[in-house]
T-cell receptor, first 115, second 113 residues
Framework: NAGVTQTPKFQVLKTGQSMTLQCAQD?????MSWYRQDPGMGLRLIHY???????DQGEVPNGYNVSRSTTEDFPLRLLSAAPSQTSVYFC??????????????FGSGTRLTVV | GNSVTQMEGPVTLSEEAFLTINCTYT??????LFWYVQYPGEGLQLLLK?????DKGSNKGFEATYRKETTSFHLEKGSVQVSDSAVYFC????????????FGSGTKLNVKP
């Protein structure tokens, strides 16, 4: 089925470790983004991309890096994991031209625990 | 700037009760408005939307009307089911800023049999 695929679904890291959360979409959407979801705080935008080779920061970018080498993939890298990065991470994509009619398509999330 | 404010939860209802989840927004332009639903352990799914004032979005028995005069987009359902238990997010997208959606903090709904 077409959509947004995130891997892994669950991950436990030790403080200081690095890792990459993967996100891929097969809908040819130009726009992709990463959110984190914390209790009582809703969704907060980490980074986003409006197309291959173009990325920008969201509300909470510190401690995270992104790149967009292809339209399909938008990985999120944690450089040195901290307990404050324990969260559920969602990747989302949308078509720029129809965003106001169709909104986002979300992945199923990655639950990350940093110990 | 743009922002979305939702009523705090959790909201606990008995099956077949009437549901209202309040959502108000602040926007500099003419936003489109959305409700997303997140079932336990899953990502967010688009529930309904409205793209201009006085539009009514509807899906699965849920409705919301875009009220420009009160800057509101309240979610309603006449008779909830246990399967409606989820977290509901109100969101807006600004025509002047395609790059960002603005989400509310979410409202958890618990429906008891």
């Amino acid at each position: 089925n077409a959509g947004v695929t995130q891997t892994p679904k669950f991950q436990v890291l030790k403080t200081g470790q690095s890792m990459t959360l993967q996100c891929a979409q097969d809908m040819n959407h130009e726009y992709m983004s990463w959110y984190r979801q914390d209790p009582g705080m809703g969704l907060r935008l980490i980074h986003y991309s409006v197309g291959a080779g173009i990325t920008d920061q969201g509300e909470v970018p510190n401690g995270y890096n992104v790149s967009r080498s292809t339209t399909e993939d938008f990985p999120l890298r944690l450089l040195s994991a901290a307990p404050s990065q324990t969260s559920v991470y969602f990747c989302a994509s949308r078509d720029t031209g129809t965003a106001n009619r169709y909104g986002y398509t979300f992945g199923s999330g990655t639950r990350l625990t940093v110990v | 700037g743009n922002s979305v404010t939702q009523m705090e939860g959790p909201v606990t209802l008995s099956e077949e009760a009437f549901l209202t989840i309040n959502c108000t927004y602040t926007a500099t332009g003419y936003p489109s408005l959305f409700w997303y639903v997140q079932y336990p352990g899953e990502g967010l799914q688009l529930l309904l939307k409205a793209t201009k004032a006085d539009d009514k979005g509807s899906n699965k028995g849920f409705e919301a009307t875009y009220r420009k005069e009160t800057t509101s987009f309240h979610l309603e359902k006449g008779s909830v089911q246990v399967s409606d238990s989820a977290v509901y997010f109100c969101a807006l997208s600004d025509l002047n800023n395609f790059n960002k959606f603005y989400f509310g903090s979410g409202t958890k709904l618990n429906v008891k049999p």
